[in-house]
């Protein structure tokens, strides 16, 4: 049984470059949330995807946007990038109940030059 | 005020120890509460749920005081391999907060 994935592991961007990120939940997981975590710092809620409809989002601007596709998959799009983007990235999923436990991926390092 | 916050630490304990950390959290609709732990320059894993009633996990015990708004962890007989960041989440309305973490050092 699979894990959250995703890709890639590591990424290097100059400012002003868009970029993609790709996660694939747990099996049985329906809902995909995204997390931003800078050196030192606790994950930032970004958002969440629940039948491919954003149902939640944090304090991130609009450069942030995201996608869910039918089969549940996930991507993360950040446009703009500025240097302070430079971050772990991390997708969780989950089953679609309130309060239910989140699984996390490996996460993509994002740096930002 | 920050939805979670943590006392980052480092908490650095010999093996064997005692080391108990809290977490506060400022919305009281919060439902659902969470100890994770990470490792350097891995993914958060699940560590436990917290219960209303508190509950264990072989050596780690989890509390919830509503009426305070804070959690707590306490880890027994400390182990090398307990070393680690402790992240509290809360969940409302879908959506965690994570706090920043405590760190936790166990040495020999």
């Known amino acids: 049984d699979a894990g959250v994935t995703q890709s890639p592991t590591h990424l290097i961007k100059t400012r002003g470059q868009q970029v993609t990120l790709r996660c694939s939940p747990k099996?049985?997981?329906?809902?995909v949330s995204w997390y931003q975590q800078a050196l030192g710092q606790g994950p930032q809620f970004i958002f969440q995807y629940y039948e491919e409809e954003e149902r939640q989002r944090g304090n991130f601007p609009d450069r942030f946007s995201g996608h869910q596709f039918p089969n549940y998959s996930s991507e993360l799009n950040v446009n703009a990038l500025l240097l302070g983007d430079s971050a772990l990235y991390l997708c969780a999923s989950s089953a679609p109940v309130m309060g239910e436990t989140q699984y996390f991926g490996p996460g993509t390092r994002l740096l930002v030059l | 005020r920050k939805e979670v916050e943590q006392d980052p630490g480092p908490f650095n304990v010999p093996e064997g120890a005692t080391v108990a950390f809290n977490c506060t959290y400022s919305?009281?609709?919060?439902?659902?509460f969470f100890w994770y732990r990470q490792d350097c320059r891995k993914e958060p894993k699940l560590l436990m749920s917290v219960y209303s009633s508190g509950n264990e996990d072989g050596r780690f015990t989890a509390q919830l005081n509503r009426a305070s708004q804070y959690i707590s962890l306490l880890i027994r007989d400390s182990k090398l391999s307990d070393s680690a960041t402790y992240l509290c989440v809360v969940i409302g309305d879908y959506k965690l907060s994570f706090g920043a973490g405590t760190t936790v050092t166990v040495r020999a």
């Open positions: 099996s049985g997981h329906d809902t």
């Open positions: 919305n009281s609709a919060s439902q659902s």
